[in-house]
Structure formats: C-alpha cells, structure tokens
C-alpha cells in the first residue's frame, strides 16, 4: 500500500509539473532548431523560424562522442541555439520500429504496458533505450494497433551534452515511420528539458512537496491546538460547574437556616396591610359614603355601608390601584330611617401600596 502510494504521488508530481512547464513554455517565445540527422553522427543545423534568422544559414558538423560539435560552431550559431528549442530529425534506418497490438481495453495503460515489455520488444533494457509510440489505431478481434519506435539511450546522450553545452532550453527527437510500414507518421522518440527549463522541472516538484508537507504540518499543528484547547476548555467547564453547585447548595443551606424569616417575609409581602387597606379605602371612597363594617380575609375585602349612590362606588373602588374585581356580594337596601343606600361590597386587594412598600 505504501509503495503505491509512493507511485501514486511521484506519478501526481511529475503530471502538475509537466502541466506548468508547458504553460511556461507557451507564455515564453523560445527560437527553434531543427538539427537533421544525416547519417550516424553527422548533422545539419537550420533555424525552424526564417523570420528570426534570415541571416543565419545551416551549417553541417560532424558531433563527437563527448557532445562537441566539428568544427566549431560559429558564434553566432551558439548565440542562437542558447535557450532555444532544439528538435533532432533522426533518420528512419537509425531507429528500430516494432508494430505491437493490445486489448482495446488496454488504451489508457499503453505506456506502462510497454515499458514492462521494453527489453523483450528491443534489444535494449528499459534504462538504456529511449522510444516512442505513435497514435492507437483499431485492429481484429476489438484490438488497437500502433507503432513502437526505439533506439539506444547512449546514441542520443552527445546530442544531449551538445545541447547542455550550448546553454538549449529543450531538445527532443522525432523519427518519421517509413512508409511502408504506417505512411508519413511522426514519432516522438525524447523530449529533455535543460538549463532554465531543467532547473524549473527540479524546482516544482520541490515547491508541490514542500506546500503538501505544510499543509500537512500545519494540519497536524492545527488539529493538535483545537485539542489542546478543547481540554483546557473543558476543564474551565468543570470547575465552573463545580463552583456553580457549590453555590446552589450554600444557598439551599442558608434556606433551611432562615426558612422562617423567609416565610414571614414572603408573607409580609403577599399579604396587605389592614391599616394600608383601610387608608386606601378612605381615599377611594368620597365624603358622604360612610362604613359600618370591614372585614379582610386573605387577599379579600368586604366592607358595608351608607352612601347616596351606590352602583358608583364600585367605578371608585375598580379605579385605585389596591382594589379588583369590586362588585356587591348583597342587595342594596335603603330603609325608612337610614340617611341613605345600604351597601354590600366586596373586592380584591392588590398587595402593593405605593413605591415605599
């Protein structure tokens, strides 16, 4: 499992590099040079782009084993080849051509299929030979057909050193298949990234290793202080809820110590006052109304009297604040000899009397 991982995250690393050297590669204007393979170690030199170098025309040398080119290069050749593209047309009898054939099924693993064959397909083992492969065409029996092209890494490495040397950003090798075997096809043998582009394709896989081990650090930093703090959290937590029951129980105790003073106190404050009750019925009730009896119960009141109206005195007794639900719990009588109606009146009392109470 760790090794596919491994795999798994090289084959990541090298596919985003790839990606940003080929938007690099499009944003910058390089010069191109086609170098064309005359026979086993002899090349011609030629600017891809006539516009740029109308005034350069190709040169032919002979490239000895340690990449050096006879005879020299001129000066102005050299300035043109530095950081510029440099593709290599070899010739189709220098390559060796194979037709291979696989399972339809099989198209999206084709370069991982091959290169496990390479060393029985080539006389080369896979380290020591460069290939291409060209387009997949449809076979018999739901099969692909395509082309493999091979050569030996040690015949393309001085045209590597050449390139190096002359300060290339890129050279790469194309191979034309002859065309009796696939008519006119252009294979892509190599593509080596040099100099600036070199050191680019070192530096990405550095920088992506580098962002995907910081967020990994700083995940693990992370998650190790939501921990931290979550404990420390919890343990204030604790220790207010301890302090919280605390509390609550000395309360509770001080409850049961003074639960009489607190009865007194809550009784003192539900109930009302006879002398606050009786002062707040003679405000209520006007001069000519006179009382025989009162008689407080609770939170009732019930007081009999004589007055010359008496249905106005419950609007009296309704419109104070001490006294609710004022009605007559008796007939109104007037006798002979009585100055005025009897009344019988009751009400509730509201045990509030005024701010200072």
Known sequence: ??????????????????????????????????????????????????????????????????????????????????????????????????????????????????????????PWAAGEAVYGLSPPQPGPHDRIVLMLAATARAKIQPLVDLAAGLGAA????????????????TIRLFNTRLAQAGRLAISIPRLLRGLLIGGGVAAAASFAVSAYLGARLDTELQDVQQRLNQRRAALRLNQGTSSAELLLTQRKRSSASSVMVLEALSRALPDSTYTTELRIEGDKMQVVGLTQDAPSLIRLLEQSPQFTRATFFAPTTRAAEDPGERFHIEAHITPYFGSGS
């Open 1 to 122: 499992m760790l090794a596919e991982l491994k795999e798994l995250f090289a084959t990541w690393i090298a596919a985003v590099a790839a990606a940003v050297e080929a938007v690099m590669d499009r944003l910058a204007s390089r010069r191109r040079v086609v170098l064309q393979e005359i026979d086993g170690d002899s090349f011609t030199a030629r600017l891809g782009s006539v516009a740029k170098g109308a005034g350069l025309r190709p040169v032919s040398f002979r490239l000895t084993p340690h990449g050096r080119p006879e005879p020299p290069l001129s000066p102005q050749w050299r300035a043109a080849l530095r950081s510029s593209v440099v593709e290599v047309q070899m010739r189709p009898d220098q390559v060796l051509f194979r037709e291979v054939d696989f399972p339809k099924q099989a198209a999206d693993f084709l370069d991982g299929m091959v290169r496990a064959q390479i060393d029985r397909l080539t």
């Open 170 to 185: 890129s050279i790469s090798g194309v191979v034309t298949v002859p065309a009796d075997e696939t008519a006119g096809t």
